[in-house]
């Protein structure tokens, strides 16, 4: 403590000598003044920094570096506004380093207040030294969201229409917006002098080769790899691909192949379902879905199957086989191609085979798939294309050598598996695990050699699931946005699976999986059928998003009046279940389960029988299994929670939902139409509580408000569903034990008499 004090007084008192001396102009080294200016900087002395800097700046006006430690000191004092006048005469004389002044002045000017339109020219200053800088951007939009200010799009509009040669991270942040058709229209000459210029006729270039099928020029492959990314997605995002039916492609002068896609059409997206087809579908929309989706994923099981990938090209309709596969940002794309590089893009976590690309022609042929909402929108467009770019510049030898020779499209390969990676256990039990049910319901698991799976196992190691894969080698990859094992090979057949539609043998699968695991310690466990004194009643919880508004006051009453009606009801209250091996996601959502315990405990203590209440907040995946096909009625938000449930049990549901959710039919609504045989959820409208939290800006999910619920709807509609599973219960309970008593009846009795009759009627014969 003396120690600081007398350091304190030490720097005051150099400050002090400091400042006189300057003010009578006495000869003053500078770099003394610039080394006390940062030590009163790093000291935090906001006086004594105002003070030297005041007099430095007057005695050594010229002095670029001193203005330059003088607005270091301010803006280390928390000074911003007096450190702007320091950076505007260093940027006037130059630093030797324009850029990092020039960002410093914008944040100075931030810092400070000052008026909008300064910091607009502020970091339009800046934008113009630094033409390709996202972070530079970024910073800007973070600082420019006044609501009474100009609109973002127009003040980038403007920077642009101002500048003399093309901003790219303008432009890119133009083109990706709401309004990209009219700025395409609106910057046409600023676009069409990026596309002059050498950097985007290096990507041309390269990008013309690769899709001539010819190797890439080397020179122009070299800048490709030195260019920042804004700069390649730009090339994309000025001319974006156009998707097109083959019928548009041709009235646009395709040379497409009749004979071609008419192959596309009737044999490649012919079924491949197992026979025969004995799935349950509960509603027509269900078998609809069904039946539009099988013809996208049967590409998967007939390229296990016949180990190996046949497809035509839609040019010339020549058999080519796959050169390459990759998965890139959840998109797996074949490239294949008889005289021009065409691909195959398998799209959605189910990877369903949705378009034909022709990158030489920027034509994307729609095969027809159908998605909840626009699978490939121009900006995913532009970063799976330039992802392609930069891949094939990295692999430019291996790409050489694969188109050189194609590989023959009748020659088996070693297949190899490639799955999502999603880290959503709902994603895994509805598209990652029936991609590999429908492998082992064909019968051809076997020829599998490689599997590589990648981040969370929800349910458990893949061979605890799947022994029937125990000869392939399982690989355990790290999570990355290109996944590509195997690049431009010929021996290898990557194959992306998945699918959209949960067999009851799959909810099987993973229930016997799950139940051979330790339990969680500490949490209850499903009583056995015969030891249940009362129904089963569980109650999804969530929180920041599509949660039961109050939840912690209104569940807790919700289930005292339960317990009027079923007084041995058992209540489940079910929120975040920890996956059973290499969890990778918890640790990021460990706020909402510290709050999803908060809910649950509260509830507990606040319902009168807190002791017929089970908190199941934080078990893992194998509670959730084990207690879904305990439970006779469940109550849940839409969504993943009801997921949870719905999709493990045969027990009817409530699900509550903004009104937007109205506008779907209750048939095709999310919890509906997934699962195999599982009763359509009813759905309880409530009233918006607020406006759900969103994870990020990429963030697209719907129907995420937080709701208000009629508790006395809501328990007038659970006490019908339950009065009417127990009769049912009731009456299947009654008939399995007269079915029980009849055949002990024919074993005990029946059966030794014919048996001794049978016995005496061949005797006589």
């Known amino acids: 403590m003396t120690e600081a004090v007398l350091t304190d007084e030490v720097l005051h008192q150099e400050v002090q000598d400091l400042v006189r001396a300057l003010q009578k102009r006495q000869k003053v080294a500078v770099p003394d003044v610039v080394a006390t200016l940062v030590r009163v ?83 339009a200053r800046v934008l113009r030294d630094e033409p390709t800088s996202r972070p530079a951007l970024d910073e800007w ?106 019928e548009e492609a041709v009235a646009d002068g395709v040379p497409l192949s009749a004979d071609a896609i008419a192959w596309w059409r009737e044999e490649f997206l012919a079924p491949d379902v197992p026979q025969p087809d004995d799935r349950e579908f509960v509603t027509l929309a269900q078998r609809q879905i069904a039946d539009a989706d099988d013809p996208h994923l049967a590409h998967q099981t007939r390229a296990v199957r016949e180990r190996r990938l046949v497809l035509r090209d839609p040019l010339t309709g020549a058999e080519c086989a796959p050169f390459d596969a990759l998965v890139s940002f959840g998109k797996a794309v074949y490239s294949f191609g008889d005289r021009e590089h065409t691909m195959l893009l398998s799209l959605g976590a189910g990877f369903k085979a949705a378009y034909v690309f022709l990158p030489a022609r920027g034509v994307l042929l729609d095969l027809g798939a ?18 392609l770019l930069d891949r094939v510049v990295a692999e430019r030898d291996r790409y050489a050598g694969a188109v050189a020779s194609r590989p023959d499209p009748r020659t088996e390969r070693t297949v190899v598996l490639q799955m999502t990676v999603a880290e959503n256990f709902a994603h895994h039990v509805w598209n990652f695990h029936p991609g590999v049910e429908r492998l082992v319901e064909h019968g051809v698991a076997a020829n599998v050699a490689e599997v590589r799976t990648v981040g969370t196992r929800f349910f458990g190691a893949f061979l605890e699931l799947f022994p029937e894969f125990s000869g392939a080698r399982v690989v355990d990859e790290p999570r990355r946005g290109v ?72 569940v807790a009453r919700f289930i005292d009046a339960l317990h009027l009606r079923y007084p041995r009801a058992l209540v489940l209250l079910d929120g975040y279940s920890y996956p059973m091996d290499n969890d990778l996601v918890s640790e990021r959502w460990q706020s909402s389960i510290d709050e999803l315990h908060t809910v649950s405990r509260a509830i507990k203590e606040g319902a009168r029988h807190g002791d017929q209440v089970v908190d199941l907040v934080g078990s893992s995946l194998r509670e959730a299994v084990l207690w879904a096909e305990a439970t006779d009625v469940y109550v849940a938000p839409n969504g993943t929670s009801q997921h949870k449930v719905g999709w493990f049990s045969d027990a009817p549901g409530v699900v509550y939902a903004p009104a937007s959710l109205g506008a779907v039919p209750p048939e095709r609504r999310p919890g509906a139409r997934e699962a195999e045989g599982r009763p359509v959820p009813v759905t309880l409208f409530g009233e918006a509580a607020g406006e759900g939290e969103r994870r990020g800006g990429n963030d697209v999910r719907d129907h995420l408000e937080n709701l208000w619920i009629d508790r006395g709807q809501l328990l007038a509609t659970v006490c019908d569903l339950l009065d009417s599973r127990l009769a049912t219960s009731s009456s299947r309970s009654r008939q399995a034990s007269l079915y029980r008593r009849g055949e002990k009846l024919l074993v005990t009795r029946l059966a030794p008499r014919l048996s001794r009759r049978a016995s005496r009627s061949s005797s006589s014969t």
């Open 41 to 123: 900087g790093d000291a935090g002395e906001r006086s004594l920094a105002a003070d030297l800097a005041g007099v430095a700046s007057v005695r050594f006006p010229g002095r670029v570096r001193m203005l330059l430690a003088c607005a270091a000191a301010l803006e280390a004092t928390d000074q911003p506004a007096a450190a702007v006048p320091h950076l505007r005469k260093a940027l006037e004389r130059g630093t030797g380093n324009d850029r990092r002044t020039a960002r410093r002045l914008a944040r100075a000017l931030v810092a400070s207040g000052a008026p909008v339109a300064d910091v607009d020219d502020a970091y």
């Open 483 to 554: 996944r590509d094992p195997y690049p431009f090979s010929h021996e290898h057949l990557v194959v992306s699976v998945g699918g959209y539609f949960i067999r009851r043998s799959l909810v099987e699968r993973i229930r016997q999986s799950v139940a051979r695991a330790d339990p969680t310690p500490g949490y209850a466990q499903p009583p056995s059928t015969g030891a249940r004194s009362g129904p089963v009643v569980w109650i999804g919880l969530r929180v920041r998003s599509r949660a039961w508004a109050d939840q912690e006051h209104e």
């Open 370 to 387: 159908t998605f909840g909402r626009p699978i490939l929108p121009p900006h995913k467009m532009v970063n799976l294309l330039t992802s």
């Open 141 to 246: 939009r973070a600082v420019a969201r006044g609501t009474d200010d100009v609109p973002w799009a127009e003040r980038l509009s403007a920077l642009q229409a101002g500048a003399d040669d093309p901003l790219p991270v303008v432009l890119h942040e133009l083109l990706r917006g709401p309004e990209a058709e009219t700025e395409r229209r609106a910057q046409s000459g600023a676009l069409t002098a990026f596309l002059a210029g050498d950097e985007a006729r290096a990507c041309a270039a390269v990008w013309a080769a690769y899709a001539a099928l010819e190797p890439l020029p080397a020179t122009d492959a070299d800048r490709v790899a030195a260019l920042p990314a804004v700069v390649k997605d730009l090339y994309f995002l000025a001319a974006v691909p156009r998707i097109v039916t083959p």
